[in-house]
């Protein structure tokens, strides 16, 4: 199988611990764009964050597959994919989140709304949920979303929720599941819960970018770190886990790199396109 598309998670995966790019890294992805691979993103993250990291890789022009798949797009302004949550599951899923302890954030592609936390010593905090989005787009915190959505009425592609203790953040899931139909949740870290339409996923944001750039499925390479990762990992070509991400993770990727602390992206780019692209030197 001749791979022609790779399609990197951002968190965990392409940045290191402590959110910085590594030189390998980048030069590992120059090197195979240059030869004719398509480079896309495909994270949770917002559109305008994921534009950052993609300019910071050189892949300015390229189709990105953002919020957990919801948003597909090269510019903000004209997606070839999104799908929305509409105003009244938006209302709904907030509704039920604030009888939980846990920071809420309504991510719009241009634009959040996030609840003000009650955190130890009773001190009102601003939380930021996903690290380089409140750099790159207006976050609006508000005391009630919910009470902010009576009166303006949002549809957004995807809602993130943080949690502090793992038995609230089930029974929420628990919750949700039960009252409100057609939605799929993940989570692409520990303690969050990641919301989005329920036909949404990475793997199907790529299906609808391989259809536009006539690249299968099977024709990609995957990397990723997190639960919301899997079912790309396991419907790509070749899905890789990191070898920072959760042992059931590894167990359904088709191959495992190194960590995102020792250059596992690169290392996997040299291992599996080096050899793609010169297989006599590798006999």
């Known amino acids: 199988m001749t791979f022609r ?35 896309t993103l495909a994270t949770g993250r917002s559109f305008p964050s994921a534009k950052k990291v993609a300019k910071a890789l050189k892949l300015e022009d390229a189709y990105l597959v953002t919020h957990d798949g919801a ?6 302004e004209s997606p070839i994919f999104e799908r929305r949550l509409d105003s009244e599951r938006v ?52 005391d009630s979303p919910s009470h902010h959505l009576i009166d303006q009425p949002l549809t957004v592609p995807k809602i993130k929720a943080q949690f502090w203790n793992e038995k609230e953040r089930q029974d929420a899931m628990e919750e949700i599941k039960e009252t409100i139909g057609n939605v799929h949740m ?5 303690g969050s819960l990641d919301i989005v339409d329920g036909t949404v996923s990475k793997a199907k944001g790529l299906q609808i970018l391989g259809r536009k750039l ?19 990992i396991t419907q790509a ?20 790199t190194r960590s995102n602390n020792q250059n596992g992206v690169g290392y996997a780019v040299k291992e599996v396109f ?8 590798y006999k």
């Open 186 to 190: 993940t989570s692409s870290a520990e």
């Open 214 to 232: 006539g690249i299968s499925l099977q024709e990609m390479v995957t990397i990723g770190a997190s639960e919301n990762d899997e079912e790309m």
């Open 91 to 142: 209302y709904q899923i907030v509704d039920i989140l604030e009888n939980y302890h846990c920071h809420i954030r309504l991510l719009h592609e241009k634009y959040a709304i996030g609840n003000k936390v009650r955190i130890r010593h009773h001190l009102i905090a601003r939380m930021n949920i996903g690290v380089g989005d409140p750099l790159f787009y207006p976050i609006n915190y508000v």
């Open 5 to 39: 598309l790779l399609a990197l998670d951002i968190d965990g995966t392409l940045l290191k611990p402590n959110h910085r790019l590594a030189k390998e890294t980048k030069e590992a992805i120059e090197y195979v764009k240059e030869k004719g691979v398509y480079i």
């Open 71 to 76: 948003f597909v797009a090269s510019e903000l």
């Open 274 to 281: 080096r050899k793609q692209l010169h297989p006599a030197v």
């Open 237 to 256: 070509g070749l899905g890789v886990a990191m070898g920072n991400a959760s042992q059931d993770l590894k167990n359904v990727a088709g191959w495992v």
